[in-house]
């Protein structure tokens, strides 16, 4: 299973930092659906992802993954540098909702 892990530059010398950001989260992007294109394993639903993301490495907090995109974007609204992320692939399965829970009207 794959995994970045990774400390993103947003201020680099030379280089339109709103261009920095976009070319970031494509990469980001790209690496997520490289990874969704591996085949699954037996009994194996999706890919998923843990997620680590912080200013540092040393201070990166576990988060969601659809959390992603926001946290860079408030990174870079505040004017922070830089930002590392991790991103580790892991195996998902579906559960079934417990009866009751689903949107019946």
Known sequence: MGAMKKTFKLDIEGKNRDRVLEATKH?????????????LPEGVDFWDFDCRFGTTAENATEVHFATITGLIDAVANEGGGAFYLELLAKEGRRTARPIGTGDAK
């Open 27 to 39: 990469e980001i992007r790209k690496y997520v659906k490289r990874q969704r294109r591996v085949p």
